[in-house]
């Protein structure tokens, strides 16, 4: 067995893992009668143990990956989301040891399940690098700003799990509305795969011609029907369906595609869920976090932003203008993903300040640590897939 093959292999084990392990999480929570059954069950055991399982078989994968290339895996949507579901659940690890919450590990590790199902959907084969990536900031950089990132990861959980437990869910009100809506964010995810795995099973395909933003003429192919179409595009498949619209070259309209047939599929399964419990799936979540302890939940989720904060700050900024600078001779370019980074890394300096200064705690506090890692997932997700730039090769 090649290494490639070995790597995949140990990925798709940790996947199982994680879902067999969020099994026995539900287990702890759901049997836990006291607080002390609660952080010292069996099930929660047995849950950390084939998690720990799950994540060496990942590191595994990543250290194969990174031998089959010879260089770090982390230079393009697939092998940089698989990273960031494997520091997440390290994050996790960590902090189960610290504080024993089973709650936790039941909503960090469907995040990290989800995670890994959407980076499967890229494409998962080792090329040589490109030009601009034959550097050794990728590894230091991209590490350092993935790890930040999962760390911020954590917080978003913590706070999550408060606010399921906080928020009057039986109740109409704005808070239930935007909790909701962070729920049917992550079924878009599920969008995402179900949708790509679709028309990848079918063997979907349309091939066209169009001018990049260098007035260049490329080819695309598109494994989804194209609802847009790229900048003076020119179709070189028979029957292929017509775009609604033609897209400027500054966006990627094959990305734009994935991404609407994303929302679409998502909401469908979203209606469908809505339709089956009859209730917000806010509602259908809110049971699973009965014996979380808020204080504990805000705490671990304001030390995650203390350490994640500045990880990501020396990752996504400083790491990144210095190799921004030997690869462009320039600190600074606004690229759409540094003007991402900039905006995210503000945001979380404008959290502490709030929370240092003017004591935001318990709600207020989670509403921002979620949010913060909605910008982080824009701009992980939506800036690559979306807009063109100079990252546009991730």
Same mark, same amino acid.
């Given at each position: 067995?090649?290494?490639?093959?070995?790597?995949?292999?140990?990925?798709?084990?940790?996947?199982?893992?994680?879902?067999?392990?969020?099994?026995?999480? *539900?287990? +702890? %929570?759901?049997?836990?009668?006291?607080?002390?059954?609660?952080?010292?069950?069996?099930?929660?055991?047995?849950? !950390?143990?084939? #998690?720990?399982?799950?994540?060496?078989?990942?590191?595994?994968?990543?250290?194969?990956?990174?031998m089959?290339?010879?260089?770090?895996?982390?230079?393009?949507?697939?092998?940089?989301?698989?990273?960031?579901?494997?520091?997440?659940?390290?994050?996790?690890?960590?902090?189960?040891? !610290?504080?024993?919450?089973?709650?936790?590990?039941?909503? +960090?590790l469907?995040i990290?399940?989800?995670?890994?199902?959407?980076?499967?959907m890229?494409?998962?084969? %080792?090329?040589? =690098?490109?030009?601009?990536?034959k550097?050794?900031? =990728?590894?230091?950089?991209?590490?350092?700003?993935?790890?930040?990132?999962a760390? /911020?990861?954590?917080?978003?959980?913590?706070?999550?799990?408060l606010?399921?437990?906080?928020?009057n869910?039986?109740k109409?009100?704005?808070?239930?509305?935007?909790?909701?809506?962070?729920?049917?964010?992550?079924?878009l995810?599920?969008?995402?795969?179900?949708?790509?795995?679709?028309?990848?099973?079918? *063997?979907?395909?349309?091939?066209?011609n169009?001018m990049?933003?260098?007035?260049?003429?490329?080819?695309s %192919?598109?494994h989804?029907?194209?609802?847009?179409?790229?900048?003076e595009?020119?179709?070189? #498949?028979?029957?292929?369906?017509?775009?609604?619209?033609?897209?400027?070259?500054?966006?990627?309209?094959?990305?734009?595609?994935?991404?609407?047939?994303?929302f679409? %599929?998502?909401t469908?399964?979203?209606?469908?869920?809505?339709?089956?419990?009859?209730?917000? /799936?806010?509602?259908?979540?809110?049971?699973?976090?009965?014996n979380?302890? =808020?204080?504990?939940m805000?705490?671990?989720?304001?030390?995650?932003?203390? !350490?994640?904060?500045?990880? @990501?700050?020396?990752?996504?900024?400083?790491?990144?203008?210095?190799? +921004?600078?030997?690869?462009?001779?320039?600190?600074?370019?606004?690229?759409p993903?540094?003007?991402?980074? =900039?905006?995210?890394? /503000? @945001?979380?300096a404008?959290?502490?300040?709030?929370?240092?200064?003017?004591?935001?705690?318990?709600?207020?506090?989670?509403?921002?640590?979620?949010?913060?890692?909605?910008l982080?997932?824009?701009?992980? !997700?939506a800036?690559?897939?979306?807009l +063109?730039?100079?990252?546009?090769?991730?």
């Amino acid at each position: 067995m090649d290494l490639v093959s070995l790597s995949s292999n140990l990925l798709l084990v940790s996947f199982f893992a994680y879902i067999i392990a969020t099994l026995f999480f *539900g287990g +702890a %929570v759901r049997g836990a009668k006291s607080q002390a059954s609660y952080r010292n069950s069996r099930s929660g055991t047995i849950g !950390i143990i084939i #998690t720990i399982i799950g994540f060496l078989t990942h590191v595994g994968f990543f250290i194969t990956r990174w031998m089959a290339s010879g260089y770090a895996p982390v230079s393009n949507m697939f092998e940089a989301v698989t990273a960031l579901g494997m520091m997440l659940i390290a994050a996790f690890i960590l902090l189960y040891f !610290i504080y024993k919450t089973p709650s936790l590990g039941l909503f +960090a590790l469907p995040i990290a399940i989800i995670i890994i199902g959407y980076a499967t959907m890229f494409p998962t084969e %080792v090329t040589p =690098l490109i030009p601009a990536l034959k550097s050794k900031w =990728l590894a230091v950089h991209v590490i350092t700003t993935i790890l930040g990132e999962a760390i /911020l990861a954590i917080s978003a959980v913590a706070g999550f799990i408060l606010l399921l437990k906080k928020v009057n869910v039986k109740k109409a009100s704005r808070e239930r509305f935007w909790l909701e809506v962070i729920v049917y964010t992550i079924v878009l995810f599920l969008g995402f795969i179900i949708a790509t795995s679709g028309f990848r099973i079918a *063997g979907y395909e349309a091939e066209f011609n169009f001018m990049n933003k260098n007035e260049q003429l490329e080819r695309s %192919v598109y494994h989804m029907p194209p609802l847009f179409g790229m900048n003076e595009y020119e179709a070189l #498949t028979e029957d292929a369906m017509t775009p609604w619209a033609e897209m400027p070259a500054i966006i990627d309209a094959k990305k734009l595609t994935t991404t609407t047939w994303s929302f679409f %599929v998502g909401t469908a399964i979203y209606l469908l869920l809505r339709l089956i419990f009859r209730r917000p /799936l806010a509602a259908v979540l809110q049971p699973l976090t009965k014996n979380a302890n =808020l204080q504990l939940m805000d705490e671990i989720g304001y030390r995650a932003v203390l !350490i994640g904060f500045p990880v @990501f700050s020396l990752g996504a900024l400083i790491f990144a203008m210095i190799w +921004a600078h030997e690869a462009w001779s320039r600190f600074w370019g606004w690229d759409p993903k540094e003007v991402w980074a =900039l905006i995210t890394w /503000l @945001f979380y300096a404008a959290f502490l300040h709030l929370r240092l200064t003017r004591g935001w705690e318990g709600k207020k506090s989670a509403w921002l640590m979620v949010i913060g890692f909605i910008l982080i997932m824009f701009n992980f !997700i939506a800036v690559n897939m979306i807009l +063109a730039g100079l990252h546009s090769y991730a």
